[in-house]
């Protein structure tokens, strides 16, 4: 049974088309996700289904946001790229325009790192964004805004920003997949003078 799980970043503004903004890819998604008649249910449900192995899991989607900026629910300016839809408001947006009926159950999660500490240090990385974008301000207005969940990152994260992590390095594992490197990576975008913007390996949360 193939189990889809979208994962989108917040931060990762990196132009205006879809390959490059994870806020034009997500709003993209959930329409792709709509015209395709799946599902999408919260990801604890969609894990008690898996759980129960009940089949029809494999026609749901999971969303998930990762690292917990504040963009996963507020609109932003990207200094470069100008106005950015929060997440939370792509989906309310989808809400307006289709109506409760379509995706009904419409929800994402956002993982968050709990280490105020880890926080300030990748959020000091992106120093044009703009204020504490990794605060912790906003988690429970996504919580009480009934279409977002906050789940937990981990402690800290592996991250050349974060000089000790409580959680290890993963590279060390023996799990992590030949030739692909487990540790999360910045990627330098495209070309000097680009600030990095984060990304992680396939086999990395
Ligand atoms: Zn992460």
């Not at 997500?26 to 996700?33: K, N």
């Not at 240090?121 to 977002?148: I, R």
């Not at 003078?193 to 990304?199: A, C, E, M």
């Amino acid at each position: 049974m193939t189990i889809h799980v979208l994962t989108y970043h917040s931060h990762n503004v990196d132009g205006t088309a879809y390959a490059g903004n994870d806020h034009v890819a997500f709003a993209e998604d959930l329409e792709v996700i709509r015209r395709a008649g799946a599902e999408v249910v919260p990801l604890d449900e969609l894990a008690a289904r898996i759980a129960a192995r009940d089949r029809s899991a494999a026609r749901c989607v999971g969303l998930s946001f990762d690292d917990g900026p504040v963009f996963d629910v507020h609109d932003f300016v990207h200094p470069r790229f100008g106005p950015q839809r929060g997440f939370l408001n792509i989906m309310r947006d989808f809400r307006a325009r289709h109506g409760g009926r379509a995706l009904p159950r419409l929800h994402a999660t956002s993982f968050v790192i709990a280490s105020p500490q880890a926080r300030a240090c990748m959020q000091a990385e992106l120093p044009e964004y703009p204020g504490e974008w990794l605060s912790d301000a906003w988690w429970v207005e996504a919580m009480d805004s009934g279409l977002m969940g906050i789940g937990n990152h981990s402690w800290d994260h592996v991250h050349h920003a974060v000089p000790e992590t409580a959680i290890g390095n993963p590279s060390t594992r023996s799990k992590a997949p030949k030739g692909r490197s487990a540790r999360p990576r910045i990627s330098s975008g495209r070309g000097p003078g680009r600030r990095p913007r984060y990304s992680h390996s396939p086999s990395a949360t």
